[in-house]
């Protein structure tokens, strides 16, 4: 008895002190079970991965791989020629036995980081993506309120004429700012009428207030989507409840309402300050700032000489700039928005 236990003792010490598998065996074992799955867990893991192939593959070559490569080019030394081979940096810093780049230029970048006007460019664009994102939270926000919360008559009929601007690019809201606000636009010619001013000295559809406008019309409805389905959680009891203490609209608003649809806020917030800058078509057809916004710019870097490597270096520092603030955004909060 007593060799018995002292033999399994030794069994239980041998099978305790042997090592764990390591992270690639793991890793290796994860794959196996999505390949060949044996478990329910397996299983599910397996369904998992199929769910997310067609957007993993579209976005490997409609995303990462054009962005690979136009970070290539904006190190190229040559305008017209990829002349960044991977291969060949790691060989010479192999062969010399140091850092060594063959072929790689920081020029463009040097030239966004350097050059007084680019920085111009940049502030524009993010003081610009700021007070419009403001705005569009200043309209959404109320409207959100009122839908969730009023019976409003034709409220469906609302909804659908807020939701509409989600469906039209760009180019076409600017041009309906133009019909609105432009120099023969219906709101100029009321403001004419009204004030006897001539109308030229009323249009803003091509200033900064027309741009403004432009922007709010993109924004707002994805903002309002959002909020909406922020506002279908909210605890209505905790409401009924101030508003019997004797709590005001405002003040059931401020302490009850708006802290349990904060975080909702907060990715509404995101939400239109990454579409306030991804905006291309508004901007062009009403430029208004100058120097102009980084994606007007862009296309300027293109349009303007084909200066690929200066807007390759542009379309990757917004990528970057884009998503580090987005991660940012929902590292040290509780929005939830798509990356």
């Not at 199929?50 to 957007?55: A, D, G, R, T």
């Not at 190190?75 to 940096?89: C, G, P, R």
């Not at 922007?215 to 009924?240: F, I, K, Q, S, W």
């Not at 200066?310 to 990356?339: H, I, K, N, P, Q």
Request: a positive charge.
């Amino acid at each position: 008895m007593a060799t018995d236990t002292e033999s399994g003792g030794e069994h239980t010490g041998l099978s305790t002190g042997r090592a764990s598998p390591g992270r690639a065996a793991r890793a290796l074992a994860a794959l196996r079970g999505v390949v060949v799955p044996v478990t329910e867990r397996d299983r599910a893991r397996r369904r998992l991965v199929l769910l997310c192939l067609p957007f993993a593959s579209l976005a490997a070559v409609a995303g990462f791989y054009p962005l690979w490569e136009m970070l290539k080019i904006s190190l190229s030394t040559q305008q017209f020629t990829t002349t960044v081979n991977v291969v060949d940096v790691v060989a010479t810093s192999a062969r010399r036995l140091q850092p060594s780049f063959p072929g790689v230029s920081v020029e463009a970048y040097r030239t966004l980081f350097t050059d007084g006007y680019y920085r111009a460019v940049a502030v524009n664009t993010v003081w610009f993506a700021v007070a419009t994102t403001l705005g569009a939270l200043a309209v959404a926000v109320p409207v959100a309120h009122a839908l969730e919360k009023y019976d409003l008559p034709a409220k469906g009929a609302v909804l659908t004429v807020l939701s509409f601007p989600n469906s039209l690019p760009g180019i076409v809201a600017a041009f309906m700012i133009i019909v609105l606000a432009g120099n023969a636009g219906l709101v100029t010619n009321l403001l004419a009428f009204l004030s006897g001013r001539p109308p030229t000295s009323l249009a803003v559809a091509t200033s900064v207030v027309g741009l403004f406008f432009g922007y709010l019309y993109t924004m707002v409805p994805r903002a309002l989507l959002l909020l909406r389905g922020t506002y279908a959680e909210v605890n209505t009891d905790a409401e009924e409840a101030a508003r019997a203490l004797g709590a005001s609209p405002w003040r059931t608003f401020r302490y009850v309402t708006f802290p349990q649809i904060r975080s909702g806020v907060v990715g509404a917030g995101i939400l239109s300050l990454r579409t306030a800058f991804a905006i291309f078509g508004t901007v062009l057809i009403l430029t208004a700032i100058q120097p102009p916004v980084w994606t007007l710019q862009i296309n300027r870097e293109l349009a303007n000489g084909f200066n690929i490597r200066v807007a390759s270096a542009m379309a990757t520092v917004w990528f970057a700039f884009v998503l580090g603030f987005t991660v940012l955004g929902l590292r040290y909060t509780d929005a939830e928005v798509g990356m």
